[in-house]
């Protein structure tokens, strides 16, 4: 019988910083680690990805998703940081925006486009990381620095002051609006974090998400769905 290697999936400790319990003192973050087998592209993800658009073609606007709670939590982080919400818009909403002005969602892969579901499903703006290209074994959530330096993917050098960032030992990693270009998934990525930024605290949606994320994992990517920590 053929033996496959099988690697270890490590724990990451997540740190909440004061700067993030200040502006938000309701946070819940929900961290999924799982190992995984990625493919370049899931027919049946994306039959899923199109039913959810025409549902919230036909329920939704451009406006009115603002309005829910996971969305419009994560905006009112950014204006209290000190972002503009509608210049550096939270992926979450951006991805919904899309939906809803009828422009075809960007396909990258299996496991990017899942995580996008998963976001656009509840509306919170979700990390997904290659997890054995963190520098360190700790992440800290705090704020983003004046010329502090950040390559978005696929998006080039970007300014990061006032948006809530998550960072390795080397530097930062992911905000709500776009993930690092160091630490992305890729059609070779075993070993997944993805990271569910409850910025209006409800615990039962933020659960709701991972545990959808997990269900994802299960049907779409070779996994038994990994595990769940919260972290405040």
Request: charged share 25%; aromatic share 8%.
């Amino acid at each position: 019988m053929e033996v496959k290697e099988v690697k270890e999936i490590r724990s990451v400790k997540i740190i909440v910083s004061q700067e993030i319990e200040q502006v938000c003192p309701g946070f819940i973050g929900a961290a999924v680690e799982a190992q995984v087998t990625n493919t370049p592209y899931c027919e049946e993800l994306w039959k899923e990805i199109h039913a959810l658009g025409e549902e919230y073609r036909a329920t939704l606007t451009t406006e009115s998703i603002k309005q829910l709670s996971a969305i419009e939590a994560t905006r009112r982080v950014y204006k209290v940081c000190g972002k503009d919400p509608s210049r550096y818009r939270p992926a979450a909403e951006a991805l919904m925006r899309r939906m809803l002005q009828g422009k075809e969602l960007y396909q990258i892969d299996t496991l990017v486009d899942l995580i996008n579901l998963a976001s656009i499903r509840f509306g919170y703006s979700i990390g997904g990381f290659d997890a054995d290209k963190f520098h360190g074994d700790t992440l800290t959530l705090g704020v983003g620095k004046k010329d502090e330096p950040y390559e978005g993917i696929g998006r080039g050098l970007i300014n990061i002051e006032g948006l809530p960032v998550y960072r390795d030992a080397t530097g930062g990693v992911g905000t709500p609006t776009s993930d690092h270009e160091r630490t992305k998934i890729d059609i070779h990525t075993t070993h997944l974090l993805t990271l569910v930024n409850g910025y209006d605290g409800n615990e039962e949606q933020v659960t709701a998400n991972a545990q959808f994320i997990q269900s994802l994992l299960r049907k779409y990517c070779n996994s038994d769905g990994g595990t769940v920590t919260f972290y405040r």
